[in-house]
Structures are given as structure tokens and as C-alpha cells.
């Protein structure tokens, strides 16, 4: 039937770990400290076209940890997931890539991330809810302040084509 050929489609191809990796440049002396530790926390979100109708939404989180200046730990960890999305109004496509699709990696990154740090002997860094709607907004304000000129996709600097 042609009309089912033309309903939105939105399903989870599959959700992995991309990329890990944890470093403790400074141990074992820095693990004779006795300060509290500064945490810095930063997350990015991005999208890339795998194939027509296939992309790879993935969200990475780096969390850096300091002693007095010297690094404790750094965490990188990037989940991704790949999502089949079809059928949709053009203007909804980039929200769904930027909100909907991080949204659902995200709760894995945050365990992986938690998961990591706690093998590497430290108490765990739970990252915090994030409102990606929020975020993709911001975004979007951004973009649209600098002028950024459509690229065929919506304009949007989440997505880039593979």
C-alpha cells in the first residue's frame, strides 16, 4: 500500500559505546591528596546522515577532575546510537535528531560514564538530567545570531553529512 510507504517512520536501530577512554596523568601521587576535587562537566550532541533516512545521533560527555591545578582524572565518553527517521515534514527532522534521538542515548552515557570512573578506583560522577530541547534551542538562537546560512538540512549546525 502506498500509504504506509508514506507514515512517519522513528525506530532504534541500536545504541553503543563509540568511543572511551579515561587517563590519570598524575597518579599515583595526586591519589595522596587531600582536597576536594574541581569537576568540569561539558557535553556535546551530534548527528550525521549514515544513509537516506539512517543517521548516527551520538553525545559525548567529558568530565575533567582537579586537585590544587593538576589533573585527577579525565573521562571521555561518546554513546551513540543510529536511528532510522523517515517520512517526517522537513522541519521536523532536525528537532527529532537534536532532542528526541540524544535524549534516549543519553541515559547510557550517563551509566557508562558513572560505570568508568568507578573502575578507575573513584567515587561516581553522576552527570546531572539535561534538557535537550533546551539545549537545541540554544543553539538554534546561536546559529541564527551568526548568520549561519542554510545548508540543505535546516540550517542546523547539529548535523553533518558523512
Known sequence: MAEQDSNPVFQIQRVYLKDVSLEQPNS????????QPQVDISLG???ETVADGIYEVSVTATVTTKVAEK????????QAGIFEIRNLPDGQIQPVLGIACPGI???YLRATV??????AGFPP???AEVNFQAMYEAQQA??????A???GNGGSPIITNA
Open 28 to 35: 599515583p601521587q595526586i591519589l595522596l591528596e587531600q582536597s
Open 105 to 107: 542515548v543519553y541515559p
Open 114 to 119: 558513572a560505570d568508568i570512573i568507578t573502575r
Open 149 to 151: 546560512v542554510s545548508n
Open 125 to 127: 560522577v553522576h552527570l
Open 71 to 78: 589533573t585527577l582524572f579525565l573521562c571521555e565518553a561518546k
Open 45 to 47: 550532541v551530534n548527528a
Open 142 to 147: 546561536a546559529a541564527q545570531q551568526q548568520g
